[in-house]
């Protein structure tokens, strides 16, 4: 079931939806989380943009007492294809940043407001800062995921950061550098590559994880 089919039967039966979505006008649904201060008495409008294996209400290390205190407002959204919200097969850099935009939007966040990027959610910053620069008033990333094939990082360094992680997580980077359509092999994910459904599903391509990969 779709999130668009799953409003419509709630709503028909009167019930209320246990999230809050939006619907863009590309006839996607999004589920966001407001959290923080009232966004009317807010200075500071953040939109925070989860990383990879995250949604709307991943964990905020954000102080309550600090946020009231800077009159801060959060606003989390599930990505295309995360979460609650509807994936988007044509998802890329550009369509985030115009779902960002439209989410802004729609919630009457004003003409600018604030980005934060966590892990894979900094790409989507990029974006933002290329395709809507004018509507961005700060900028921040979160330990942000990084290309260690980048000419101009320097080769001692990302190799030293490229060791560090996870052996599973080494060979994941090396198959989307060098053979990104093995990705989408179904036969790759029966030899032992189990989150490569997690990047499929990050792209759009399916909507369901697998049982096993859920638990």
């Given at each position: 079931m779709t999130l668009k089919m799953f409003v419509i039967l709630f709503k028909s039966l009167h019930l209320k939806i246990p999230f809050q979505v939006t619907f863009l006008h590309a006839r996607r649904y999004l589920?966001?989380?407001e959290s923080g201060v009232p966004k009317s008495e807010a200075p500071f409008k953040i939109i925070v943009i989860h990383g990879f294996n995250d949604a709307?209400?991943?964990?905020l290390p954000a102080s309550e007492e600090v946020v009231e205190e800077l009159g801060v407002y959060?606003?989390?959204f599930d990505r295309a294809g995360y979460g609650e919200s509807d994936p988007n097969p044509k998802r890329s850099v550009k369509s985030e940043a115009f779902d960002i935009q439209e989410l802004a939007d729609q919630l009457e966040l004003g003409s600018k407001f604030y980005i934060v990027g966590v892990s894979l959610g900094g790409y989507p910053v990029w974006g933002c800062l290329k395709y809507i620069p004018?509507?961005?008033a700060g900028a921040s990333l979160v330990a942000p995921i990084i290309n260690y094939w980048w000419l101009s990082f320097?080769?001692?360094?990302?190799?030293?950061?490229?060791k560090k992680?996870?052996?599973q997580d080494q060979w994941i980077y090396r198959v989307a550098h060098y053979a990104?359509?093995?990705?989408?092999?179904?036969?790759?994910?029966k030899n032992g590559f189990p989150r490569c459904l997690q990047w499929r599903k990050a792209v759009g391509r399916i909507q369901l994880f697998l049982a096993p990969q859920t638990e």
């Open positions: 589920a966001y989380k709307e209400d991943f964990y959060l606003l989390t004018n509507r961005i320097p080769s001692n360094v990302s190799k030293m950061a490229y992680l996870l052996l990104p359509q093995l990705l989408y092999s179904g036969g790759l994910l």
